[in-house]
């Protein structure tokens, strides 16, 4: 397996405070800080970086106000940076400094690659109870209070030729597509084995560059609640959830984000190996969403955000007529 994952992902944004108080509530830990620099990690060594919008030394913007500017893919290998710098070499943007490569993807962003710097984690994650497998036995399964996202899981564009861009990230560092909204969206995964979709790109009808959203792994479906209600007991706006995707399987909530886009915990995707064939779908409301919750769950009532607030009694202590 070539590359591995996400190992770093780099904002360029407008108010860094807000940015710092955003990503402590998201569960992020603060490894670096000065003046126009933010550095969080997540459990596992993902690392997010926040600079200024004007930082000079930051890749050009894919579209105006605070966004991604760059995506740094680790590999397995300095071999594997060898193989990709002979075939980049001549690819827009190219840069190589000796521990990181890269160049500019068709859409415009700063794309590089490493040696993965992530750790190797173990992770206790909840067990579920299915009528055919029930391996918790004697326990309940975890309530969180917040979340701790373990890695970077994926990232999705809006993209200006979603063809140019599948090509581009599968003929020169092996990805491979997991599905497709055809001519629309491609999913795509860093190697044969793994998770559904590490890179998802969306061709919108106007052809635009933008980020959507990027997405941070959590332990289980417990985590993506306990996560999302915290963010909501701190004021923040949810997009869209909780909810869960039919074509991954994963159960997801997203928050807008101060440092550009969409932010969204998920867990529970579907894993895939070298037997698995890209399947094509039309893109709609039931395509992206088997269900969702419109505005969130409120984190101090635990009910859907405007509704009634629980009166304290039981849901069955009700009148008989």
């Not at 397995?76 to 000796?98: K, W």
């Not at 440092?259 to 039931?286: H, K, M, N, S, V």
Request: hydrophobic residues 35%; charged residues 25%; contains cysteine.
């Amino acid at each position: 397996m070539d590359v591995l994952g996400i190992d770093e992902i780099t904002y360029g944004a407008d108010d860094l405070p807000l940015c710092k108080t955003f990503f402590a509530d998201w569960g992020m830990t603060l490894a670096e800080e000065n003046e126009g620099l933010l550095v969080y990690e997540t459990q596992n060594g993902c690392r997010v970086v926040v600079k200024r919008s004007d930082a000079a030394d930051l890749p050009p913007a894919i579209e105006p106000g605070p966004t991604l500017r760059e995506v740094v893919w680790g590999v397995s290998a300095p071999e594997v940076l060898e193989r990709f710098a002979a075939r980049i070499a001549d690819a827009p943007g190219y840069v190589n400094t000796g521990d990181r490569l890269g160049c500019t993807d068709p859409n415009g962003l700063a794309v590089r690659f490493q040696v993965t710097r992530k750790r190797e984690i173990d992770v206790e994650c909840a067990a579920m109870n299915t009528w055919s497998h029930r391996p918790r036995v004697n326990q309940r399964s975890p309530a969180y209070e917040n979340a701790a996202p373990i890695e970077v899981g994926h990232v999705v564009f809006f993209v200006k030729d979603v063809n140019a861009c599948e090509e581009f990230y599968c003929k020169n560092f092996g990805f491979v597509p997991s599905d497709r909204y055809p001519g629309r969206g491609a999913f795509l995964r860093c190697a044969a084995e793994g998770g559904h979709h590490d890179l998802f790109l969306l061709q919108t009808p106007e052809r635009r560059a933008g980020l959507n959203h990027v997405a941070f792994t959590v332990r289980d479906i417990h985590e993506v609640f306990g996560g999302g209600m915290h963010m909501a007991r701190k004021g923040w706006d949810t997009q869209l959830g909780p909810g869960r995707h039919p074509i991954s399987s994963a159960y997801f909530w997203y928050f807008r984000n101060p440092a550009g886009g969409l932010i969204e915990y998920y867990a529970d995707e579907d894993q895939l190996d070298a037997e698995w064939e890209a399947r094509e779908f039309e893109p709609g409301p039931t395509v992206f969403a088997e269900w969702a919750i419109e505005g969130g769950i409120d984190g101090n009532t635990r009910r859907q955000r405007n509704a009634d607030a629980p009166s304290g009694k039981f849901l069955t202590d009700k009148p008989k007529h």
